[in-house]
Structures are given as structure tokens and as C-alpha cells.
């Protein structure tokens, strides 16, 4: 059974920094690419990053310059680099493959 498992999440001051990852099991993860998605509460979930399996990524204008997303293939692990954290970056964050779904999240606070 493929999963997703997130992990990183924590309370940080803002200004601060965090590293996400997400592994995914199984032999499916060099297939598809995975994004980092957020949800904060009483809103949509949204894209925050996304990387390919040739490494090519985007990001959302809001954590362009801020975020950096990257792949091990070896480990079968995506990273979100967070760096100058801010209060409105305050969510749950999940990662999304198109094979292996969504994992179950982890919550990011960024206190003021």
C-alpha cells in the first residue's frame, strides 16, 4: 500500500525557519511529481509548491523567495525548505502525489 507520511511541522517564532518532508512509499515515487499543499482554517486548500520528477518546480507568489521545494529519489523524500516564516503561513500542510494521494498533514504554527 502506498503512503505519504509528512513530518517537520512545529511552533516557530516568525522570522524563523522549518524543513517539511514527505516520503513516500512504494516504487511509485520516481513516476509523478508532488506538491506541498496548505490549508488554514475556514480556508481552500491551495498550492504552495510543486516539483517534477525531472526537478523542475514552481511556487506560489506567496512563498516565492521565502520556500524552496526539492526531491531525494534515493529516499523517496520531498523537502520544503520554509525559510522567514510569517503568521499568515500558520496551516496545515500537506503533501500530494498523483499516484499515492494525500498524506495526513502537518500543522505549521508561526506565532508573531
Known amino acids: 500500500q502506498v503512503q505519504l507520511v509528512e513530518s517537520g511541522g512545529g511552533l516557530v517564532q516568525a522570522g524563523g525557519s522549518l524543513r517539511l518532508s514527505c516520503v513516500v512509499s512504494g516504487s511509485i515515487f520516481s513516476i509523478g511529481g508532488v506538491g506541498w499543499y496548505r490549508q488554514a482554517p475556514g480556508k481552500q486548500r491551495e498550492l504552495v509548491a510543486h516539483i517534477t520528477s525531472s526537478h523542475s518546480t514552481n511556487y506560489a507568489d506567496f512563498v516565492k523567495g521565502r520556500f524552496t521545494i526539492s526531491r531525494d529519489n534515493a529516499k523517496n523524500t520531498v523537502y520544503l525548505q520554509m525559510n522567514s516564516l510569517k503568521p499568515e503561513d500558520t496551516a496545515v500542510y500537506y503533501c500530494?502525489?498523483?499516484?499515492?494521494?494525500w498524506g495526513q498533514g502537518t500543522q505549521v504554527t508561526v506565532s508573531s
Open positions: 500530494h502525489h498523483p499516484l499515492a494521494g
